[in-house]
């Protein structure tokens, strides 16, 4: 049973959202946001600690939700490490096509750790689940407090 | 009637087959309602037997395809109008409700005391009423744009209206249900924006006969009703530029148009839910989505063609009926016909046609200041739609003779 | 499942025998949007086929017969709900603009700042939103009847509410869509006129599964939604006592709800005509009134023993699924089961049932305060229907504990 | 054409619609109504002067609208005539149920000069047409301004 759910419930997703390696609180951080996605509760939020030239040097997440989000978000911190602002938008963009369509053009080596969530778009009402804490970063990278999924 | 094949239109309209006390069915009374083609009836059927469940908030393949199925509609609605985002279409049940969540929520935030609303002399009540409740519980003025005796919005007396710069907005009809005028809506905008008002347009008529570009005609609000436009009945559309409408609060309160809610305080969901509170209309929506696509494969130019020609020789048949007065002469007109005749009121003319199998509409139609200032009571009304024939007006018109003769 | 034979009923339901994902339809979320029968579906295309026009101001064939079959429709809500009058039927979209609707019109003109309106700590989003909104705009304040632990409303909590004299109106649901818990609605009332205040029962839930007497009960106001009952989106019922009704003020005006205008004053229409501004749900109201005659053919004494007996085999074999928590343990309950599993999330539940064919729902169910209350994010919930058969509760139970595993 | 017609639009109706016998302002009266057809704009006002003995000694009216309520009008002065205003109500429930049916089990002789308007049951949205001088008559008995018809 199930067999055919592991293409989106694969091993990465699993592990990452049953025990994320970057759920934490930043305790010095410089920006921070919380996501929100109304139609069905999910939340995260998201710290994020500039390095000297603006590259992101750290993120920290908390998320209460499922194991999709839990995961986009475990992935999505390892995936902008020492990217600027620009470069994240960029790679969400990517990210929001690879989410909704299963693939994307433009699709940098950059984006190779979100891969393990290629499979969500044959989940379209879970779609925002996976861009749930990127909606979230990018609203910190931006000064906003806050953002909606929806 | 050279533009399409009526008789393969007409075939598409289950209803069209009818009999009505033993005679063949006339529908003259489309600008009341239209009917529905198979395509309409065939989605909203296919929803509810196969692809059905409520929508926005299921994890399962039922709401999955049938909120996929409802959002077609806004693409579809967005397309029809040409708006620049489909987050600018706001579900509503009809006209009437757009034009009062315009009403509630942008008449009583943005608009001040004092602020006036202009509207024009030939609206239906649904663009009356609802500025009429806001300036008694708001204190913002009416104002009422004269029109011609011709049945023309009189543009010097229009543009009059703003000389004191207390407009704040223009509600005005596209197109009237009585007269079948057109309004000249670009110029009523580009005059309304130079003095800084923004103005609605009431497109429940217009958008029926043809192609309505909001943002050639920059308005800032425009409301149809689906069940004009040959789809269901239970669902409409306000089309409001986005930056209007995130600034507009919400009116009604409930599932679906929230982010959070705690008893202290709750934030709202983003344009358009915000103005959509609880489980919508899904299969007026799916329905409507098929109307328009429907619509839009027939194509505006064909349809205006053939409504033209049909209301030229609408005009000069029912002219020529003894006794017989067109009310309405409106150079830019659809194909919606008025009159009265010397002998018969409009109620005993929609009587006798009716047991002749011919469906028109008579009283005031909805515009009882309109009939004032024509001197009237009442009129009767011919309408016309996709599916109308020469044929049928001639039966008409040759009845009314004999209705005439009836009432000696 | 003695009472009725739910084979012969599922065969009225074409969408039962669908297939989802290669596996057949397990549908259990009709608390969100119940299915709907042929003669819904019937009576819905059977009207935009042989029979249909605009309302009340026709004067010919078409727009009489269609009249007569949408206020059926007005009669039948009327005949469910034991309602004295007709009248006292007042068609909107759905449970939430019926809620809107009161707290528009009565809240603002008949409560006054300072007066309190008490709902309850298992509310839908539905009955919160607008009374925090009275609150805002009004200068109300907002009460919150406390739950127990076992998901019952707090009876002695809910009086003491009306110690101090300020409570005008309570807002309280007769069935909760998260708990399955019905509400003592008898002795709501009783408290509650005891103290002067009136009462408005969400029935969007308890309509479906047994019999309401808004006379027995002595409700003021009572709103139900048709979706959830077998009939179409896009039409809910508002019940109001008629003498409130007649105090009180239009919300939205337009066609339809007038009696005459002028520029200068409008009055209004008669309850319920005066609430319904422009082209009702026409279409709509004649599926609802099918789905309304359909489930009284079966009966709710049928009904709620089917249900109760189903209840009660999805408890048990629920709760036996090892780390499965039901939510929600209320001794007068109905066919709506939440719950949580100890290794998986709500969301990532449904996905799996999902692909196993059986639709639940997941998340706050529009009840985030009461999730909060319960010290929760989210539930799965699986709710019944009709239709609802022992071997697909059999089947969520045993796909319940794979997914458990899954999850290992 | 129209033969089926006859059963409404009879000679009578036709006569009194257009040349009602009735239709005129009272100048000395004692009550007055009009009433309202909200749905088709139908409007009538009724003039009332009672005899000593508070029955009806003399009715006028004034109407906008279609030969139905015209003629309606002018039947209704002569069947209320010397009526007392419980009997008037009597008759007006007796007529309603014949205008809805096309027949009244309690139908007074009283009635008969209403009985040209039987086949207007057949004719629903016309019904309205054939009570709303009624309505106001009532109204105007009842000491209030204004009634309706719908
Ligand atoms: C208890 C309750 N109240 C109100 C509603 C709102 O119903 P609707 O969305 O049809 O307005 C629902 C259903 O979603 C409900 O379960
Ligand atoms: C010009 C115009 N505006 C508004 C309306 C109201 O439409 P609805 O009754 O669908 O709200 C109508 C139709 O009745 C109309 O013709």
Redesign the interface.
């Known amino acids: 049973m199930f067999e055919d759910v592991r293409d989106l419930y694969n091993a990465t997703i699993l592990e990452r959202g049953r025990r994320p390696r970057h759920m934490r609180r930043l305790e010095a951080f410089d920006v921070t946001a919380k996501g929100d996605n109304p139609m069905c509760g999910d939340r995260v939020q998201v710290w994020v600690k500039f390095a000297d030239d603006r590259s992101i040097a750290a993120t920290g997440f908390d998320a209460r939700g499922c194991e999709i989000s839990k995961a986009a978000a475990d992935l999505m911190v390892e995936a902008v490490a020492g990217k600027t602002a620009e470069d994240t938008k960029a790679m969400f963009a990517a990210f929001r096509t690879l989410a909704q369509t299963g693939a994307c053009d433009d699709c940098a080596e950059a984006l190779a750790p979100m891969q393990p969530l290629a499979a969500v778009h044959e989940y379209p009402s879970r779609v925002k689940c996976a861009t749930l804490p990127w909606h979230a970063l990018i609203a910190a990278l931006d000064g906003q407090g806050a953002s909606t999924s929806e | 009637m050279s533009q399409f094949d009526v008789t393969s239109i007409r075939a598409q309209f ?2 069209l087959g ?1 009999k ?2 033993g005679k063949d ?1 006339v ?1 003259l ?1 489309s600008a ?2 239209a ?2 083609p198979r395509a ?2 065939d989605a ?2 296919g929803a ?7 929508i ?9 395809r049938t ?2 199925a409802y959002e077609a509609a806004r693409d579809a609605a967005a397309r029809l109008l040409n708006a620049g985002d489909r987050h600018e279409i706001v579900f509503v ?5 757009g ?2 969540l315009v ?1 509630h929520s942008y008449g009583r935030s943005v608009l001040k005391p004092g602020q006036a609303v202009v509207i024009s002399a030939m609206e ?7 500025w ?2 806001l300036r008694d519980a708001h204190g913002t003025e ?1 104002r ?1 744009a004269p029109i011609t005796d011709a049945g023309e919005l009189d543009m010097a007396a229009y543009e009059a209206l703003f000389a004191d710069g207390k407009v704040g907005l223009v509600a005005i009809t596209h197109m009237s249900n009585v007269l079948g005028s057109y309004t000249p809506a670009e110029r009523i905008v580009k005059i309304a924006h130079a003095h800084g008002a923004k103005v609605l347009l009431d497109g429940s008529q217009a958008v029926v006969h043809r192609k309505v570009d909001v943002r050639a005609l920059d308005a800032d609000f425009y409301v149809f ?1 689906g ?1 004009k436009l040959y789809g ?4 409409g559309v306000l089309y409001g530029k986005a930056a209007l409408l995130e600034a507009m609060p ?1 009116w ?12 202290e ?2 934030t709202w ?2 344009v358009p ?1 915000k103005f959509e ?8 929506g799916i329905g409507l989505e098929a109307a328009i696509r429907w619509v839009e494969a027939i194509g505006y130019d064909a349809i205006a063609a053939h409504e033209a020609e049909l209301t030229e020789h609408a005009l000069a048949r029912m002219s020529a009926v003894d006794g017989l007065t067109i009310i309405g002469r409106a150079q830019d007109r659809g194909g919606v016909v008025s009159f009265t005749l010397d002998r ?5 003319i ?7 199998g ?7 139609h ?1 515009a ?2 309109l ?2 200032r024509l001197g009237l ?2 009129t009767a009304r011919a309408s016309f739609g996709i599916y109308t024939t020469a044929e049928e007006i001639d039966v008409l018109a040759d ?1 009314l003779t ?2 005439r003769e ?2 000696k």
Chains 1, 4 share one sequence.
């Open positions: 289950p209803i009818q009505v006390r069915l529908f009374d009341a309602s009917q529905k309409a009836i909203m059927v509810m037997e196969t692809q059905y469940a409520n926005h908030r299921g994890l399962h393949w039922m709401s999955e909120t996929e049940r009809n006209s009437t409700e034009i009062n009403a239906h009540h649904s663009n009356i009423v609802p009429q409740m009416l009422v009703t069940h269901p009945t239970g669902i919400p009604m309160g409930g599932g679906d148009m929230i982010s959070s809610v705690t008893y305080k709750s969901a983003r839910h509170a609880g489980t919508p209309a899904i299969l007026e018969a009121h409009a109620h005993d929609a009587t006798l046609l009716d047991r002749a011919i469906a028109v509409r008579a009283g005031h909805c009882e200041p009939m004032r009571e009442s009845t004999k209705v009836f009432f």
